[in-house]
């Protein structure tokens, strides 16, 4: 057989499954469709168990609420189909505006944690630095501690009378407020509490992220002269961003579901609660309080939401300034 120089490979006839001469594909097809027929079902026995936990726990769950923010419950149980009244009355229940407010601001100062715990892990990663971990260990207690024990300590601190902070801002002059109990305030004294709580986490896992970076890149620096801020800013950030977009994603995902920390510092008879409530706290409100749990469950959708957006913004955003390299 004469070999013609230059000459096209035959492409596979349309409408048949001959595949040309010289492709892999229908080799590689062909093992992939024999091992799936070799595994059989021991795939799907083993991530069983997990679909049916996350169908039963997790989907279930949400699709019974999404029903239910469409219902009127009755006193003594049973729901009555509504429609959309219940979305109807949140959107012009000035709750709304106020809850997501309180908890926008609790979030934007709780994320103010994500910097300084950027700086307290460059600094606890410095070579020779003695006793970091037990450092670590310290920063992290606050996260694992009970929101209650945490609540008790705080609720001690912000006492407007005989609090520590209020006598430590008296040395220089300046009238604290009654934290807890003024509106405005207390958002902020919880937010307080919030950063503190959660900088432990975030140090952690930003730890373990400049673990990663090689001890290469800080030497060839040094080399170059750079200074160590200026390290900090083109070595370390950089190379830092996924971790800080984890934390980041994390902490507002937790922020907005605030209640626990809230109700236990601030009590349910604090008179400055009504204006300081979190989205979770206008729910709880709604359904365990007034007991209108189809409104709660129109409020949970919202949350639900609110939440998705929110990360799904965050998650399109990093795109633009994590290096994947």
Do not use: C
Not at 125 to 135: D, E, I, Q, S, W
């Amino acid at each position: 057989m004469t070999t013609v120089v230059g000459a096209r490979p035959r492409r596979a006839d349309r409408g048949s499954g001959r595949v040309a001469p010289g492709s892999g594909r229908g080799v590689r097809a062909g093992g992939e469709a024999a091992a799936r027929r070799r595994d059989g079902a021991w795939p799907w026995l083993f991530v069983g168990p997990l679909m049916l936990g996350i169908a039963v726990f997790y989907l279930w769950p949400i699709i019974q609420t999404l029903y239910y923010s469409f219902t009127e419950w009755g006193v003594f149980g049973g729901t009555t189909w509504i429609g959309g009244a219940n979305y109807t009355r949140m959107i012009t229940d000035p709750d709304l505006l106020s809850s997501l407010g309180n908890t926008v601001l609790y979030t934007a100062i709780v994320l103010l944690g994500v910097p300084i715990a950027v700086g307290l892990a460059s600094l606890l990663n410095l070579p020779g630095l003695r006793f970091a971990a037990v450092y670590r260990v310290l920063y992290f207690l606050p996260y694992v501690a009970m929101p209650t024990a945490v609540a008790m300590v705080w609720r001690m601190i912000f006492n407007g009378d005989h609090g520590i902070l209020n006598w430590v801002l008296g040395l220089v002059g300046i009238d604290g407020p009654y934290w807890i109990s003024t509106p405005g305030w207390a958002i902020t004294a919880v937010a307080i509490v919030g950063l503190w709580s959660s900088l432990g986490f975030s140090m952690i896992v930003l730890a373990a992220g400049l673990k990663a970076i090689p001890d290469e890149l800080y030497e060839a620096a040094q080399l170059d002269g750079a200074s160590r801020w200026r390290q900090f800013r083109s070595i370390t950030v950089p190379l830092l961003a996924p971790s800080i977009v984890f934390v980041s994603i994390v902490t507002v995902i937790g922020s907005f579901q605030l209640f626990d920390l809230l109700y236990a510092i601030m009590g349910a008879s604090n008179p400055a609660l009504p204006k300081s409530m979190s989205l979770v706290y206008w729910f709880y409100q709604a359904g365990f309080v007034d007991n209108e749990k189809g409104y709660a469950a129109a409020i949970a959708m919202l949350i639900f939401v609110l939440i998705g957006v929110v990360t799904l913004i965050q998650v399109r955003l990093q795109r633009k300034w994590v290096s994947n390299d």
